[in-house]
Each structure stands twice: as C-alpha cells, then as structure tokens.
C-alpha cells in the first residue's frame, strides 16, 4: 500500500523559508514522477514543482520558479520541496503526489497517489 506523508509546514513571515518533506513507502518509485500541488481556501488544486525519481529532472510552476527548489533523496524515499523568499499568496495546503508516468505531468488527475497535505500560512 502506498503511502505519502508530508511534513514541515507551518507559520512563516513574508520572505521566510520553509521545507516541506514527503516520506514515500509502499513500493519502488523509481519509475515515478513525484510532485508538490497546493490548494488555497476556495481555490482549486494547483501545480507546484515536480521531479522524475529517476534521473531527477525537475519542473516548475511558473509561480514558483525561482524561488521553490524540489530534489528528492533516494536511500530515504523521500521528497523535499524547499521554499523560499515566501510570499501571503503562498498560504495554502500543500500536497504530495506519485505518478506512474515516465514523463513529468502537471495535471491532478494524472496522479496517483496523495498525501494528506500539509499547511503552510505566509503572514504579510
């Protein structure tokens, strides 16, 4: 049985940082895309970055690029989501995410597998 479960969020003031964790279990992810989405309050889910466990090229939101970094660390199954310079417009639910994709993807329903999400509050 997989299983995704995210850690690290929290309060942080505008500028601060945050990194958010993913222990990954249940199967080998190698073939996987791993990726974070967020969702603020009466908003749908968005994409945030993603990373391919094998190779681990990486893909950004546009929102986030610069300022949000995703690796992952394969001996701990486990993904990080390093953000950065954080912004109010930042605050939201934060999620993991697997896919059975050789490519990286970017939309909800190709994602197979959820974590329970993690909350991350940007005050101005």
């Known amino acids: 049985q997989v299983q995704l479960v995210e850690s690290g969020g929290g309060l942080v003031q505008a500028g601060g940082s945050l990194r958010l964790s993913c222990a990954a279990s249940?199967?080998?992810?190698?073939?996987?895309?791993m990726a974070w989405f967020r969702q603020a309050p009466g908003k749908e889910r968005e994409f945030v970055a993603a990373?391919?466990?094998?190779?681990?090229?990486?893909y950004y939101a546009d929102s986030v690029k610069g300022r949000f970094t995703i690796s992952r660390d394969n001996p701990k199954n486990t993904v990080y989501l390093q953000a950065n310079s954080l912004k109010p417009e930042d605050t939201a639910v934060y999620y993991c995410?697997?896919?059975?994709?050789?490519?990286?993807?970017?939309?909800?329903?190709?994602?197979?597998?959820w974590g329970q999400g993690t909350q991350v509050t940007v005050s101005p």
């Open positions: 990373i391919r466990w094998s190779g681990g090229s990486t």
């Open positions: 249940g199967r080998t992810f190698s073939s996987y895309t």
């Open positions: 995410a697997a896919a059975r994709a050789i490519m990286i993807v970017t939309t909800v329903g190709k994602y197979d597998y």
